[in-house]
């Protein structure tokens, strides 16, 4: 123990000039260490010249030293000063909790001048204790604790990991009313009424306000049967090709899936030779089945059930998806060609607007490979319809009777 500022220390030094009195440079700094590192406190002064510092604990007003020497029986206690003996320090090793407190430099003036500073020593937060169920049954309560230490004392919260995908701790009362909120501050945490939403890591954090900040984790899983989901309902195979059937499983424990086909076995299909299954763990919680058909037949058409179950399904239930597979139209290749045809109808040589005489039209016939031939289907032609006149039926007259006027007359020149 170091002496009482009420023993008597005489500080009896005189100054070597008139004028010379010794003075502060700079305020005595806090200092902040764990348990177990070193702690200094440096004292900065100008012309010391024959005056002396003295260090004091000052909540026990115990001296701890005197110029260069170590008034204290604690051994862990040491001075030093630079060689102009501007700077005086004071060194305590191996910091305890019970060196916590604030210390003086004085210099042995008359009056006395002194500066002050806070050494805090401090325990970082260690969580030394997390306890909680790791699975629950849907519908079920957990309680989870966390216990930890420091010192200061560490403010101890819950919050929810991956925040993003899973945002907040719900909290649901006995009552039924819901909160979600992003932390609970308190070392215990309760869940009433848990749903597989519920199921995740959550973290138990300390902090006492120096870094860092320590956490733990619980894994929360929560059991619940399995539900099925089906993103295509129905599916369409080509003859020849492969064919995949999905659906996607959530549950756990992770479920047992099978695939059967509603026939008149309705029996499991088992995986080889044309059907293969693969099951696919997305997470813990969810899986994906497929079922492959191989080299697919007519006779594969039908439906298909997906099913599920685990442990939950006490009585052998299971959760069931299903699925419609039939069989796609095989393209077909077609030939598309023009025939044209006339109709004929009497010219009218009355007065007024003349009526038409041959009329133009396409029509577009449609065969298949095998040859037959598919109703005819008649359809307008892009170019306008051409009608024949009165004046155009005389010019094909005049046309003709010269045609067959040339015709008898190389007719009869050969004979």
């Known amino acids: 123990m170091g002496l009482s500022l009420h023993t008597v220390v005489v500080f009896i030094i005189l100054a070597r000039g008139e004028g010379m009195r010794p003075r502060f440079v700079d305020e005595l700094r806090n200092v902040t260490v764990e348990v177990g ?19 004091v604990k000052a909540n026990t007003k115990a001296i701890q030293a005197i110029g260069t020497h170590v008034i204290t029986h604690n051994t862990r206690i040491s001075v030093s000063h630079d060689d102009s003996r501007r700077k005086w320090s004071l060194h305590i090793a191996d910091a305890q909790l019970d060196d916590t407190g604030p210390y003086m430099c004085q210099i042995n003036t008359d009056p006395m001048r002194s500066k002050m500073g806070f050494l805090d020593v401090i325990i970082t937060p260690d969580i030394v204790d997390i306890r909680g169920p790791s699975v629950v049954v849907e519908g079920g309560s957990a309680k989870l604790e966390c216990e930890a230490r420091g010192e200061p004392t560490p403010l101890v919260f819950w919050q929810r990991e991956n925040t993003r995908e899973k945002p907040g701790i719900i909290n649901r009362s006995r009552e039924g009313k819901m909160e979600r909120r992003s932390r609970v501050d308190g070392s215990v945490l309760r869940l009433h009424k848990i749903t597989r939403e519920d199921a995740g890591g959550y973290l138990c954090i300390a902090s006492n306000g120096h870094p860092p900040a320590i956490s733990r984790r619980l894994q929360l899983d929560v059991k619940y049967r399995p539900a099925v989901s089906v993103p295509n309902q129905h599916v369409r195979g080509v003859i020849g090709k492969t064919v995949a059937l999905q659906c996607d499983i959530d549950s756990f424990p992770r479920a047992e899936v ?18 293969i299954k693969e099951d696919f763990h997305i997470t813990d919680y969810k ?8 080299n697919y037949t007519k006779q594969d058409a039908g439906l298909y059930d997906c099913k599920a179950r685990n442990e ?14 039939n069989t796609e139209k095989e393209p077909t290749t077609e030939s598309v060609y023009t025939t044209p045809y006339f109709i004929y109808t009497d010219y009218d040589l009355s007065p007024g607007p003349s009526k038409p005489f041959l009329t133009y039209n396409p029509q577009i016939s449609t065969r298949r490979k095998s040859g037959t031939e598919s109703p005819r289907r008649v359809v307008p032609h892009p170019t306008p319809e051409r009608f024949l006149n009165s004046s155009t039926l005389s010019q094909c007259c005049g046309m003709l009777l010269i045609w067959s006027l040339s015709f008898l007359h190389l007719y009869f020149s050969m004979v």
């Open 258 to 275: 099978s695939w059967t086909k509603r026939d008149d076995l309705y029996e499991e299909i088992v995986t080889g030779g044309r059907y």
């Open 312 to 325: 939950m399904n006490l009585k052998g239930e299971t959760a069931d998806g299903v699925i419609y597979l």
């Open 37 to 55: 590192r070193d702690a200094t406190f440096t004292c900065t002064v100008s012309d010391i010249h024959g005056y002396r510092i003295g260090w």
């Open 287 to 294: 899986t994906r089945s497929v079922l492959n058909i191989y």
